[in-house]
T-cell receptor, first 116, second 110 residues
């Protein structure tokens, strides 16, 4: 009965490298959300995806950030050419199929990205 | 943009005391959710509310969906040290938008 699985839990990258964060939603869930959290702050929405579709990316920076949720496999949040300001905890959440607009989101334990 | 305002921002209470916190919005919500986040972990769903006036309990936690549909309340009775953490409200409004609250940090003094 696995929940939302994120890996890695911790990721260290040097400035200019690429970071790839993976998220496997709860079994049977088809909606995936990515959030970013800075220390002592709340969660900021980045992107909402369904299988093979980006539904809402209004919270995603226009450059260097991309997300996908392929037909097979986990959702990937990709950050190219990381900078120190990208250091944060990135959380993935999922919700069941059907209309998502009243469903609770279930969160993973996050990936803590540190850019040195 | 839209924001869910939580109050208080932080609380320091003695073990055994009851806790009350609330969440308010400028728009009408269809669903209210309460989460708890421990340090280094993801938010964990505590209670989900779907109807105005609904009162739902989960152990020592009780949450209510406000009658105006613009607010929600969370109460914790007889607090214990493991209640420490940050409590977030969240929800879906009538425009099918999902928002998180600003969080209430709870410290329980043994």
């Amino acid at each position: 009965n696995a929940g939302v699985m994120q890996n890695p839990r911790h990721l260290v990258r040097r400035r200019g490298q690429e970071a790839r964060l993976r998220c496997s939603p709860m079994k049977g869930h088809s909606h995936v959300y990515w959030y970013r959290q800075l220390p002592e702050e709340g969660l900021k929405f980045m992107v909402y995806l369904q299988k093979e579709n980006i539904i809402d990316e209004s919270g995603m920076p226009k450059e260097r950030f991309s997300a996908e949720f392929p037909k097979e496999g986990p959702s990937i949040l990709r950050i190219q050419q990381v900078v120190r300001g990208d250091s944060a905890a990135y959380f993935c959440a999922s919700s069941p199929p059907g209309t998502p607009y009243n469903s609770p989101l279930h969160f993973g334990n996050g990936t803590r990205l540190t850019v040195t | 943009g839209q924001q869910l305002n939580q109050s208080p921002q932080s609380m320091f209470i003695q073990e055994g005391e009851d806790v009350s916190m609330n969440c308010t919005s400028s728009s009408i919500f269809n669903t209210w959710l309460w989460y708890k986040q421990d340090p280094g972990e993801g938010p964990v769903l505590l209670i989900a509310l779907y109807k105005a006036g609904e009162l739902t309990s989960n152990g020592r936690l009780t949450a209510q969906f406000g009658i105006t549909r613009k607010d929600s309340f969370l109460n914790i009775s007889a607090s214990i040290p493991s209640d420490v953490g940050i409590y977030f409200c969240a929800g879906w409004n009538t425009g099918n938008q999902f928002y998180f609250g600003t969080g209430t940090s709870l410290t329980v003094i043994p």
